[in-house]
């Protein structure tokens, strides 16, 4: 593996890109962020991560993000992008406006990825999950510090409702929850989870992450929780690692 490496990280707001220090698993200087065009069309898209990666005149391999189900570099779902994401190879597609190899993966996963190999050594062991709080909320599974990609645990029917529409943080500034009301759904979508999967660590990552000691104590799980130490680049940094890794 080089000394660096290079990620993107697409979501429904902004799209953002920098090198990355494979050693530390921490951005090598400035990361760039572009709003996420509307509509998010891959053509747009890829017009997007293009800039960025230009800007930063890199060369080497580039992994990107997408927040959907990413099986061989194809999309399979697209809840918060735009629909004509779906059966889109975007690995394809960004590989070919790259003219390089580019592996692409889902945002969550490439999060977990960071997190695990870069974060504190008591998150590799066992069942962990990594659970991202945004304009959705994203998973990534691993046993024993070892991906299980794709899971949509963000999807999880909830008191007859699909989990994230009810506890993604977006939803908490939507509806103007407070803290200890939100905290109540989020409890309310952690213990279904715990009841299925039986994890053994939470990893709460995602923008509210930052301000985990407003509501991670309100929580009232079974599972140990703990805040993503990446937080909000950690995107980035995983997919940097998922090209470096090829
Ligand atoms: C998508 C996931 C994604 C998550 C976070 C969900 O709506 O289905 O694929 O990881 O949002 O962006």
Redesign the pocket.
């Known amino acids: 593996m080089g000394a660096t490496g290079f990620g993107v990280d697409i979501?429904?707001s902004g799209i953002k890109g920098g090198v990355v220090d494979l050693v530390t698993g921490r951005l090598d200087g400035e990361r760039l962020r572009i709003p996420t065009p509307n509509p998010s069309t891959p053509d747009a898209v890829a017009d997007v991560v293009a800039e960025i990666v230009g800007k930063f005149g890199w060369d080497g391999p580039v992994g990107v993000t997408?927040?959907?189900?990413v099986k061989k570099g194809v999309a399979h779902?697209a809840?918060?992008i735009d629909k004509s994401w779906l059966d889109t190879d975007a690995a394809a597609l960004f590989g070919k406006r790259l003219e390089r190899e580019v592996v692409v993966l889902?945002?969550?996963?490439a999060a977990g990825v960071a997190e695990i190999r870069y974060g504190w050594p008591g998150d590799r062991d066992g069942v962990v999950v990594l659970l991202?709080f945004?304009?959705?909320?994203?998973?990534a599974l691993f046993l024993d510090g070892e991906l299980v990609p794709?899971t949509?645990f963000?999807?999880l029917e909830v008191d007859g409702h699909d989990a994230?529409t009810r506890a993604a943080a977006s939803i908490k500034e939507e509806e103007n929850l407070s803290w200890g009301e939100w905290a109540h759904r989020v409890t309310r979508y952690i213990t279904s989870l715990e009841n299925l999967i039986w994890p053994d660590l939470i990893i709460v990552g995602g923008g509210v992450s930052k301000k985990a000691d407003k509501w991670l104590p309100l929580l009232d799980v079974r599972t140990k929780i703990v805040a993503a130490e990446l937080r909000n680049d950690a995107g980035i940094v995983g997919a940097a690692v998922a090209a470096a890794d090829g």
């Open positions: 979501g429904g997408l927040p959907a189900v779902t809840a918060n889902n945002d969550a996963d991202t945004g304009t959705g909320i994203g998973s794709n949509e963000g999807h994230e």
